[in-house]
């Protein structure tokens, strides 16, 4: 839940009686997502009932908006979405190229076609919001925060778009005894914002880390050290309780992992030949995210077993995981499960965000799997229940979770609020994370390498150790990018981009990116589906604050504004 202004205490009268403090201004750029795979969408009327083949990661919301915009029932519109070559947010809305794709389909009664240019990409979908920051931190001398101030003011496009929650870091993340967060939004003619990887998150956790490391700095105390003197054992601005915070474990692992502890701590004492060298780190939170989802199982007596839900596969091995929950709950080979997805005709799935869609998904199945085992009848010793339906005459058992009728889909919205607002008055669920990077700094080009990274995370259980890295190490590329290269340009004049392709608009490549070593503490969360916090969005937050923070450390300046390029150390 996006939480844009909080207070507790009175934060800047504590931050002007702070015996140690730093008041600092942040700044970060327009970004924009670039996937492998560009928006695309195929349209194909018969009569009034329409097919769509689109790259998106909501189905549902696809369907609804068209059914709204043409002025026909959902229930005629048929959404296909099979394989996204990568999203990160940015087909999570539908954007002008459906709209006229789906038209241009009715008025030439012909199926049609479009795929997105690159430019396309950056000129007809929304990106990430620019920021300007600040970030407010007063202590007592033993390092404790008394005041925390993080205000942020960010554009929005005057049709559509919204704020990202991009103060929301400092509800959660430090101890201090005052808060003030807030956010403020100005309407401009641009093209609208949108979702991006972490939004919110990845752009404030840079502010609120590079500040603290400053403060670390003034104080003369250990980056990390000040970080755990601050750790909340409740969730600082409300008091709830945290389900399974483990920032502490994460920081303590990854320092170990790294070799935190021979960091020199005077900036600029640390080189390999002529290379500045410098150490940073940062903390990560994410909040996890549940929505509704709607599952069929079916369990044949050949002890093959068919799950059938809506939900997406943008690359991270959804249908994967699913078919690992589902094969452990039946006790079948993984091999025997197949998983249909991607599809509207399926039950409704959840869309693909927030690193939601594993958690929601595996809640209704876990609960389809239990009620079919019911329905099928307890095995004798070493039997299995395919063979209790072979034993019984049955050819299938089937299990449903959530309905598709307008009953039920009233039920299931009225159920699930139910839960997530009992859930959100007790308890502040979400992955962490701590971050630490090497960084070498050329004193006469300030050219930057990333020379080294160790993450260490909380997402609670690992359902697929390969695909959950990967999105880990995924984030953190993402990250890099934008702390040292990513920059989408305006012309203020008209508000056009200037740069709408990948020559000019610079992501990491593959000799950017250093080893990253990635480690899960892989504990499961009690108040989740199968303990699952979710890891596709933590691994990018705090990239950007530990790059930052270990650029100051390298060469003495602290970076106020990203991207971190050859003109700022100069």
Not at 25 to 45: C, D, K, Q, S, V
Not at 485 to 514: C, F, Q
Request: hydrophobic share 40%; aromatic share 6%; glycine share 12%.
């Amino acid at each position: 839940m996006q939480h844009a202004d909080g207070t507790k205490g009175d934060a800047e009268s504590a931050l002007a009686a702070a015996p140690v403090s730093v008041d600092l201004h942040f700044t970060t750029p327009r970004y924009h997502h670039n996937a492998l795979e560009p928006h695309a969408t195929t349209a194909i009327w018969n009569g009034d009932r329409l097919t769509v083949h689109e790259a998106t990661q909501s189905m549902p919301w696809v369907r609804s908006h068209l059914a709204l915009k043409f002025g026909i029932p959902a229930s005629n519109i048929r959404v296909i979405s099979l394989f996204v070559g990568g999203a990160f947010g940015g087909k999570t809305n539908i954007w002008p190229g459906t709209i006229l794709t789906v038209l241009a389909a009715r008025l030439t009664g012909r199926p049609v076609r479009m795929a997105l240019s690159r430019a396309g990409v950056f000129r007809a979908t929304g990106g990430r919001q620019p920021s300007i920051q600040r970030v407010a931190l007063g202590a007592d001398h033993d390092g404790r925060l008394t005041a925390l101030i993080h205000v942020s003011t960010a554009p929005v496009g005057k049709v559509g778009g919204g704020p990202d929650q991009i103060t929301s870091v400092a509800r959660h993340v430090y101890d201090a005894a005052n808060i003030r967060h807030q956010q403020h939004v100005l309407e401009l003619d641009t093209i609208s914002n949108t979702i991006y990887r972490a939004p919110g998150e990845a752009l404030g956790s840079y502010a609120l880390e590079s500040a603290v490391d400053e403060l670390a700095y003034k104080l003369g105390m250990d980056p990390i050290e000040l970080r755990l003197r601050n750790e909340p054992a409740k969730n600082p601005i409300d008091g709830k309780t945290f389900s399974h915070r483990q920032m502490r474990q994460c920081f303590a692992a990854g320092a170990g992992r790294f070799g935190s502890s021979a960091r020199t701590p005077t900036p600029g004492s640390m080189r390999d030949g002529r290379w500045l060298v410098g150490w940073g780190t940062a903390a990560a939170f994410h909040p996890a995210w549940q929505f509704p989802a709607n599952v069929t199982v079916r369990l044949n007596a050949d002890g093959t077993v068919l799950v059938r839900c809506g939900f997406h596969e943008m690359g991270m091995g959804g249908a994967t995981a699913q078919g690992q929950i589902a094969a452990d709950a039946l006790g079948v080979p993984f091999e025997a499960v197949t998983v249909e997805y991607g599809d509207t005709n399926l039950p409704t799935g959840p869309s693909a965000g927030g690193s939601g869609q594993t958690a929601s998904v595996a809640q209704s199945l876990v609960a389809a799997c239990a009620r079919l085992k019911k329905a099928v009848g307890k095995p004798t010793s070493g039997e299995s229940y395919a063979q209790v339906l072979v034993r019984a005459g049955r050819d299938h058992a089937e299990a449903a979770i959530g309905s598709d009728t307008r009953f039920g889909e009233i039920k299931g919205q009225v159920q699930f609020m139910a839960k997530f607002l009992a859930d959100q008055k007790r308890w502040v669920k979400a992955a962490c994370g701590a971050q630490f990077c090497e960084v070498r700094v050329d004193p006469d080009t300030g050219e930057v390498r990333v020379s080294r990274w160790t993450g260490v995370f909380n997402v609670g259980r690992v359902i697929n150790a390969k695909t959950t890295m990967s999105q880990l190490r995924g984030g953190i590329v993402m990250g890099m990018g934008i702390a040292l290269s990513k920059e989408t340009l305006l012309d203020p004049r008209t508000g056009r981009i200037m740069n709408p392709s990948l020559s000019e608009y610079h992501v990491p490549v593959h000799a950017d990116v250093p080893p990253i070593d990635v480690y899960c503490l892989d504990e499961p969360d009690p108040t989740m589906p199968l303990g699952v916090l979710g890891a596709g969005e933590v691994g990018i937050i705090g990239v950007a604050g530990a790059i930052a923070n270990a650029v100051h450390h390298a060469t003495g300046k602290p970076i106020y504004d990203l991207p971190i390029t050859l003109d700022k150390l100069l």
